[in-house]
């Protein structure tokens, strides 16, 4: 990954246009190819960027970024270069699932009539060319169903789902594949989302699943 940080105004020229007048920004190039414009701001969104393959050319001041398939470009002007560094991060280890998250897959799986009389487990983790799916397995029709497990459910879970089932249902053997949203809570836009997309959602209690009798028991 290499860090430029400068004083630079950003051009996009392609669909679209937009300009970023000249003010110090950080800008990442990782290994990738990707290339994005930061601020002191906005957490983790760019104020632009540019996805691979692309091409960066550095020419004195003008650096150029090329978009290999669309011919877009992202034109920076540096006019004061105040840090410029590369580092090797290596291959990452990816996403470890915390605690909760964990343990509350391994609960749903001993559990899984949790999501329906006649359900019953095929296996953890199931793995697919993008990674593992938490659970699949089949309901009381002997259908299969693939089971995405979050804490807290929000949109990228939904889209994450939405990709393992996309791959799922190109395997015949098991195929078709429906999906399950499970979480213990499950953001409004997310539930939108995965009704649309025909997955159901499911909000998963904790303590119940460890077999913990709430302080203040509900009927419902």
Known sequence: MRLVIARC????V?????HLPMAPRLVLIKADGSVSIHADDRAFKPLN???PPCKLKEDGETWTVTHGKTGEKLVLTMAEILHDSSHELGVDPGLIKDGVEAHLQELLAEHITTLGEGYSLIRREYMTAIGPVDILCRDALGATVAVEIKRRGEID???QLTRYLELLNRDPLISPVRGIFAAQEIKPQARVLATDRGIDCVTLDYDTLRGIEPEN????
């Open 157 to 159: 879970g939904v889209e």
């Open 9 to 12: 105004s950003v051009d996009y």
């Open 49 to 51: 960027w540019m996805n």
């Open 14 to 18: 392609g669909r679209l246009t937009a």
């Open 217 to 220: 028991p509900t009927l419902f």
